[in-house]
């Protein structure tokens, strides 16, 4: 369900210039799974992965949205390996230990439950909408972990390292709104069977709304759009124009303008201000599933925004912690750029 919303501000043009290169942001995504689906520090038991909120899970979305433009007739080798990963994670739930266990009082095994679940169902579920018994038993998993008592009821534990914009002390809601795009992407069918939950999770992302970041709101646009039910309309136009009265002069968005104004670094360098690729990629895709019209003036200086600023070389946009200053060159400096790359092109591809 799209709602169209009339804009009026300069559009910037085109240039043949500034055209994006889909085969250079697949070769970085696919460089970057790669490298993760590999990474010591990324392996758990069973031979198997952990799945991360800022280079699997936006791989998985992401990548699809590159098919089209390359004209591949199948998933890339590490969209396989990743799919593979998470169904093997999914058919042995009661066997695989957690991502990460408890230490010291810090109930990560439950946070990591709660965490692997949401992100399973999700990835499984974009890449099933007919559900076959694996995408069926991701979302049991998932459904099995809901809270169903507390001030939460509705949401899942998620994990909190006190990093932004995934793993932070707001980030159970963030994970709540990607139950919610899971599910709403299921056949209605399925979604009438399950409307226990599906209440209760839409009871707690209304409940809780008014108080998150823009960028969790963001998210929960996003799912509005899946579960239309989840906002009033009035809701959903006020997050619209407040997204779109954030947009910088130069045409994009800055992920810090939409973090909670109270976030800090913990280094106590200033956050960066300047349009990024992880909050341009990631406002324009949402606004375009929200209806708002890819000719419209905003959303097309927004794309070309993207298209000026991919790095052509590398083939990645480019984006930077939230949490403190990295060096960009690192891998870990480069976590923020897996995202921003996935949501840049998902958006670029949406707007054809």
Same mark, same amino acid.
């Given at each position: 369900?799209?709602?169209?919303?009339?804009?009026?501000?300069?559009?910037?043009?085109?240039?043949?210039?500034?055209?994006?290169?889909?085969?250079?942001?697949?070769?970085?995504?696919?460089? %970057?799974?790669?490298?993760?689906?590999?990474?010591?520090?990324?392996?758990?038991?069973?031979?198997?992965?952990?799945?991360?909120?800022?280079?699997?899970?936006?791989?998985?979305?992401?990548?699809?949205?590159?098919?089209?433009?390359?004209?591949?007739?199948?998933?890339?080798?590490?969209?396989?390996?990743?799919?593979?990963?998470?169904?093997?994670?999914?058919?042995?739930?009661?066997?695989?230990?957690?991502?990460?266990?408890?230490?010291?009082?810090?109930?990560?095994?439950?946070?990591?439950?709660?965490?692997?679940?949401?992100?399973?169902?999700?990835?499984?579920?974009?890449?099933?909408?007919?559900?076959?018994?694996?995408?069926?038993?991701?979302?049991?998993?998932?459904?099995?972990?809901?809270?169903?008592?507390?001030?939460?009821?509705?949401?899942?534990?998620?994990?909190?390292?006190?990093?932004?914009?995934?793993?932070?002390?707001?980030?159970?809601?963030?994970?709540?709104?990607?139950?919610?795009?899971?599910?709403?992407?299921?056949?209605?069918?399925?979604?009438?069977?399950?409307?226990?939950?599906?209440?209760?999770?839409?009871?707690?992302?209304?409940?809780?709304?008014?108080?998150?970041?823009?960028?969790?709101?963001?998210?929960?646009?996003?799912?509005?759009?899946?579960?239309?039910?989840?906002?009033?309309?009035?809701?959903?136009?006020?997050?619209?124009?407040?997204?779109?009265?954030?947009?910088?002069?130069?045409?994009?968005?800055?992920?810090?303008?939409?973090?909670?104004?109270?976030?800090? %670094?913990?280094?106590?360098?200033?956050?960066?201000?300047?349009?990024?690729?992880?909050?341009?990629?990631?406002?324009?895709?949402?606004?375009?599933?929200?209806?708002?019209?890819?000719?419209?003036?905003?959303?097309? %200086?927004?794309?070309?925004?993207?298209?000026?600023?991919?790095?052509?070389?590398?083939?990645?946009?480019?984006?930077?912690?939230?949490?403190?200053?990295?060096?960009?060159?690192?891998?870990?400096?480069?976590?923020?750029?897996?995202?921003?790359?996935?949501?840049?092109?998902?958006?670029?591809?949406?707007?054809?």
């Amino acid at each position: 369900m799209r709602t169209t919303i009339a804009l009026a501000i300069f559009a910037v043009p085109l240039l043949a210039s500034d055209e994006w290169s889909p085969k250079g942001a697949a070769a970085y995504l696919d460089q %970057r799974a790669d490298w993760w689906i590999g990474w010591k520090s990324a392996q758990r038991d069973h031979d198997t992965f952990c799945i991360s909120c800022h280079t699997a899970l936006p791989y998985a979305l992401g990548r699809p949205a590159l098919r089209s433009a390359l004209a591949e007739q199948a998933p890339s080798t590490g969209e396989r390996q990743l799919l593979a990963n998470v169904t093997k994670r999914v058919r042995m739930w009661s066997e695989v230990e957690p991502f990460y266990k408890d230490k010291d009082k810090d109930p990560k095994t439950a946070e990591s439950r709660g965490t692997e679940a949401v992100l399973n169902a999700l990835i499984l579920v974009s890449n099933d909408r007919k559900l076959n018994d694996d995408t069926k038993l991701a979302l049991q998993n998932m459904w099995s972990l809901q809270l169903q008592t507390g001030e939460k009821t509705g949401a899942f534990t998620w994990l909190n390292f006190h990093n932004e914009p995934w793993e932070a002390d707001d980030s159970q809601y963030w994970g709540a709104t990607l139950a919610a795009i899971a599910v709403g992407s299921t056949p209605k069918e399925y979604q009438a069977s399950v409307q226990g939950n599906v209440k209760l999770l839409s009871e707690y992302l209304q409940r809780e709304q008014a108080a998150q970041s823009l960028l969790n709101r963001t998210v929960l646009l996003w799912a509005s759009t899946k579960l239309p039910a989840l906002l009033k309309p009035e809701q959903r136009k006020a997050i619209v124009e407040e997204l779109l009265a954030k947009q910088q002069q130069d045409g994009g968005w800055s992920a810090s303008s939409l973090v909670l104004s109270t976030w800090k %670094r913990r280094d106590s360098t200033a956050l960066p201000s300047i349009s990024d690729g992880y909050g341009t990629g990631l406002v324009l895709y949402v606004l375009e599933q929200a209806g708002v019209p890819r000719t419209s003036a905003q959303l097309e %200086r927004g794309l070309t925004w993207l298209a000026r600023n991919q790095d052509k070389v590398a083939g990645l946009w480019p984006a930077t912690s939230l949490n403190k200053q990295r060096d960009p060159a690192s891998d870990a400096g480069k976590f923020m750029s897996d995202a921003a790359t996935a949501y840049a092109v998902m958006a670029l591809a949406d707007s054809k």
